[in-house]
Structure formats: structure tokens, C-alpha cells
């Protein structure tokens, strides 16, 4: 177990797969720009992302999320499920999706060793989310994916939803009583300043405050105790039913204090916050003849002077005039 000198605990690890994606999110990457993706060799493979994990497990992680891009549209990924989740140490094993793809996966993704399964989900109107995926989309074909996952056992099945003003907070409380009968899991975000290119600014965030007041006039909620130390959502359970909705409010309300989150880009670059200017090589440690200690010393060394705390201080940076250059959610993996 190692700690950062904020004394956080490194226990998550995310990683990104592709840069590449079926969507054009404006949130994530806006439509309408250029985007110069990783080519096949500069990606990193399923046996030097396995090799990656293997040797850090001794230093505390203990859950793994396999992101993107669009994490489907690699190849062949229930191969790197399959091994993932064969580690001894890893004791959570997930991912996140957009869902356009998880209705054909869904099966295969679970006998690989896939225990659950994140949905992003702006909308439940056909014609707002083709719009915010910057493409012609059903929202029947993300659902389709959805119910295709709760039936073969991906549970539970979270959706994120990622909510800014005038464009789907009008849509909080239909979405909330949609998946509520299902049993699924719903996250509301506010709309982070991730990257460089959402056109992000402090007047567009529907703040957690706000998304919970609206509805409790709907609905009974309790608080529910937060499972471990760096669980990032504020959650909450109907009282009628148990079934759980949680809040992620990076912007109003920070939780940096906590973060154990350890981020590796396709191309393998170490990143310590979502919110990173630059990353830590290792993929060259991984195509050398490094050993695997000194995959740990590098890995102990990037974590133990970790001091990042951006989103605490985001509105002093803001009020300062200083903006910061971002890599890419895309890039970052989310």
C-alpha cells in the first residue's frame, strides 16, 4: 500500500483502451473538429496492459475500469477481460460504455469475467441525444443494450448521466423515474471542465444541489453511507424500494481529499487526475526488458509526489484567469 502526500491511498485503477469513438460527445469530443488519433503501434497491447496491472497489484489496487474512447470498439476486448479477471488481488472488474455496441457484447462480456457495467446516457429524447452524441442515434438502442446486460447478469448496471444547464437538466426527474423500476442505477454529473473543447463554463453547471432538490419532490430519499474511502458519488436510496441514484459533484462540492485513482492512457501514459496536463511514460518501461519492480518503482515514485487537488482549487485558478491546458477526456479515459 502506498500513499501520495495528500496521504491518499492508491487503490483504482482506470484504463483507457482506444482514444477512438463511435460518438461525437459535447461533452467529451465536440463534432465538427479534427482529431488525430493513436496509431495501432502506439496503443498499448492486452498482454502489456496485463503485464502493467499484474505488477502493480502488490502496491494496493484492487479495482480495475476498462475505459475509452469507446471501449468496445477494440477488438476482441473479452481477451483482456478474460485475464483481468483471472488476477489474483483484483476484486472489482469494470467498464464504461456509451452502449451503442453492449447489446451484441453484453454476453460475451460477462463470461469473460466482466462484474458489472456503466452506461452513459445524456437523454431520453431521440432527438436531444443524437444531438449531444453528434450522431443519428435511438435512444431504443442504447436501451436495448442496457436490458441485454441486466439480462445475463452485468449487475448492477449504472447509467451516467452528465447534466448541464439548458440542455438536459429538464430531464432529472424523467430520467430518474425511467430506470428506477428497473433497478438500475442512475449517476448524475455535473458538467466538468475535462479537456480543452467542451466550451465548459462555471453558468453551465446544474449543480448536485439543484438535481437533488428536484427530486425530492418526487421521490423519498435517504443518504446512504458511502462504502469506502475515495467512493467519488454522493448516493442516495428510494425509500419505497432500496433502489440507489447517486450524485458525482466535482464542480460545487470537490472530493480530491479522497481520490485513489491511478490513470493509464492507450498509448501508456501515467496519469494522477482526471484533470491532467501531461503523464508519466511507462509504456517504454513495458516494451523494454524492465522488470516488473521496476514497473512498481515507477509507479511508487509518480504516486508518492502526488499532490493534485484540482478541482479544490478550480474556482481560485478561474478567478486568477489562469486556465489550464488539458489533455482530452477522450484521451484521459474518463
Not at 39 to 56: K, P
Not at 212 to 230: C, D, I, N, Q, T
Request: one cysteine or more; proline letters at 2%; charged letters at 30%.
Amino acid at each position: 500500500m502506498i500513499k501520495d502526500l495528500l496521504g491518499r491511498e492508491l487503490r483504482d485503477l482506470r484504463i483507457s483502451i482506444t482514444d477512438r469513438c463511435n460518438f461525437r460527445c459535447a461533452y467529451c469530443m465536440p463534432d465538427g473538429e479534427s482529431y488525430e488519433f493513436f496509431s495501432r503501434q502506439e496503443i498499448l497491447s492486452f498482454e502489456e496492459i496485463t503485464r502493467f496491472v499484474r505488477a502493480i497489484i502488490p502496491l494496493g489496487i484492487r479495482k480495475v475500469r476498462l475505459t475509452g474512447g469507446e471501449p468496445l470498439l477494440r477488438k476482441h476486448i473479452e481477451n483482456l477481460i478474460q485475464v483481468l479477471s483471472g488476477l489474483e488481488g483484483i476484486q472489482d472488474l469494470s467498464l464504461t460504455t456509451n452502449g451503442f455496441l453492449l447489446k451484441e457484447k453484453a454476453k460475451v462480456l460477462k463470461e469473460a469475467g466482466l462484474k458489472r457495467i456503466t452506461v452513459s446516457l445524456p437523454s431520453l429524447k431521440d432527438e436531444k441525444l443524437s444531438y449531444l452524441v453528434g450522431k443519428k442515434v435511438k435512444v431504443s438502442q442504447i436501451l436495448e443494450g442496457i436490458e441485454k446486460a441486466l439480462e445475463v447478469g452485468l449487475r448492477p448496471v449504472k447509467v451516467n448521466v452528465c447534466v448541464a444547464k439548458g440542455l438536459n437538466d429538464d430531464e432529472v426527474v424523467d430520467i430518474a423515474k425511467f430506470f428506477k423500476p428497473m433497478g438500475v442505477v442512475v449517476r448524475f454529473i455535473e458538467f466538468m471542465d475535462v479537456g480543452n473543447l467542451n466550451s465548459w463554463s462555471i453558468d453551465r453547471v446544474f449543480s448536485v444541489r439543484e438535481m437533488l432538490s428536484l427530486l425530492e419532490k418526487h421521490f423519498e430519499l435517504e443518504p446512504v453511507e458511502r462504502a469506502y474511502r475515495g467512493e467519488v458519488a454522493e448516493r442516495y436510496r428510494y425509500k419505497d424500494d432500496g433502489v440507489e441514484v447517486g450524485f458525482i459533484s466535482s464542480i460545487t462540492q470537490p472530493f480530491c481529499g479522497d481520490c485513489n485513482r491511478l490513470r493509464l492512457t492507450a498509448d501508456g501514459k501515467l496519469l494522477t487526475c482526471l484533470f491532467a496536463s501531461d503523464g508519466h511514460d511507462v509504456k517504454n518501461l513495458l516494451r523494454s526488458d524492465a522488470s516488473d519492480e521496476e514497473i512498481r518503482s515507477l509507479v511508487k515514485n509518480v504516486w508518492s509526489l502526488r499532490k493534485d487537488r484540482y478541482s479544490e482549487q478550480r474556482l481560485e485558478l478561474l478567478k486568477k484567469g489562469i486556465a489550464l491546458k488539458k489533455i482530452e477526456m477522450f484521451k484521459v479515459g474518463g
